[in-house]
């Protein structure tokens, strides 16, 4: 069993920026490949941007392409993602999900392990 922590977020200023952290529990942290998804009601949970267990594949959407940046640190068990130039349409319940395969996908069930959120609002 593996459980996931956010943290992080809250509110910013169009322009700004925010880190989002996950911990994972578990000591096979390093072969998990670590995703980060975000939610608005009424939509369906999208992609945001993912890193496998060694970190040399990373994916982002094009929506975040170039302002956001997702790394990992094994010896700490976590995940990151930097969001920098921050819009409006960024806000969202922000989740990280851990992939035992380890690839990093972009898929929303190729996760098996999902946190609870962390709620990004970006708003003047």
């Known amino acids: 069993q593996v459980q996931l922590v956010e943290s992080g977020g809250g509110l910013v200023q169009p322009g700004g920026s925010l880190r989002l952290s996950c911990v994972a529990s578990g000591r096979t942290f390093s072969n998990y490949g670590m995703g980060w998804f975000r939610q608005t009601p009424g939509k369906d949970r999208e992609f945001v941007a993912a890193i496998s267990w060694t970190g040399g594949n990373i994916q982002y959407s094009n929506s975040v392409k170039g302002r956001f940046a997702i790394s990992r640190d094994n010896a700490k068990n976590t995940v990151n993602l930097q969001m920098n130039s921050l819009k409006f349409e960024d806000t969202a319940l922000y989740y990280c999900?851990?992939?035992?395969w380890g690839s990093g996908s972009s898929k929303n069930d190729a996760y098996e392990y999902w946190g609870q959120g962390t709620q990004v609002t970006v708003s003047s």
């Open positions: 999900a851990a992939d035992t």
